[in-house]
């Protein structure tokens, strides 16, 4: 166990709006980190940066001790890292099955099919059919689900649980829950702090392009006042 994922001082633009000051972070193996935010202050930024689509930055960015800085996008995945946006992508003409098959494995240690359908069952049951017939959660869920066969080390997570029902939002905290019994590292952008607080061992606080906190969920009680300033939770 120890860092893999280390940033330092990792600034960011958007043409001439500078969007990242300074970010420092750091993500330890087998850990589940969150990142708090209100709308707007740079968190899903932050993972674009991360993972290259961003590419005016400056700073240190190192997976497993590999400076990052220079790796082109295409090579971000073959380096360990995967990234589930937002907005999912997947592709609506291909079955579940072929949408999970897509992605190239990438190392060693990835989940075969069968361990896949077992912590999905809802993809079991829709492996035959066309993404344009699966509900926002299925999506979801087949989005980290093809990310988790291709034998990344670290799962990168935007807004998972955004405009889900409570009942899908429970089963994705279950599957995060499963995922770090295996020593599975995740990082993940959240507004549902609720969510957030049964999840994550620790979490980071940003506002206006900065991180301008870190605890860990032991401290959740004593940091609330802070959190209902930035957060309004």
């Known amino acids: 166990m120890g860092t893999l994922l280390q940033v330092k001082n990792l600034n960011a633009w958007y043409g001439e709006s500078h969007v990242l000051h300074g970010v420092d972070m750091t993500v330890e193996e087998g850990e589940m980190i969150t990142i708090l935010g209100r709308n707007g202050v740079g968190k899903t930024t ?8 961003l590419r005016e930055r400056k700073g240190e960015i190192r997976f497993d001790g590999r400076d990052m800085m220079s790796v082109p996008l295409h090579r971000t995945a073959h380096a360990g890292i995967g990234f589930v946006p937002e907005e999912r992508g997947i592709f ?33 049951e829709r492996r035959s059919s066309p993404g344009t017939k699966l509900s926002g959660g299925e999506q979801q869920m087949l ?32 599957v995060l829950k499963k995922l770090k019994t295996r020593g599975m590292t995740v990082l993940l952008v959240e507004q549902n702090f609720r969510f957030a607080s049964k999840v994550a061992d620790r979490f980071y606080l940003m506002d206006h392009g900065q991180m301008v906190g870190d605890f860990p969920v032991a401290e959740l009680p004593e940091r609330m006042g802070m ?7």
């Open 46 to 53: 932050t993972l674009r940066t991360i993972m290259g689509i």
């Open 92 to 124: 609506s003409t291909l079955t579940v099955e072929e949408n999970l098959m897509l992605p190239p494995v990438v190392a060693k240690g990835g989940m075969p099919l069968d361990e896949i359908y077992e912590l999905f069952p809802n993809l079991l």
């Open 143 to 174: 989005a980290m689900a093809r990310i988790l066969r291709t034998g990344v080390r670290l799962l990168i997570l935007d807004e998972p649980t955004e405009g889900l029902a409570p009942v899908i939002v429970q089963r994705i905290g279950e």
């Open 227 to 233: 959190l209902n300033k930035v957060l309004g939770v």
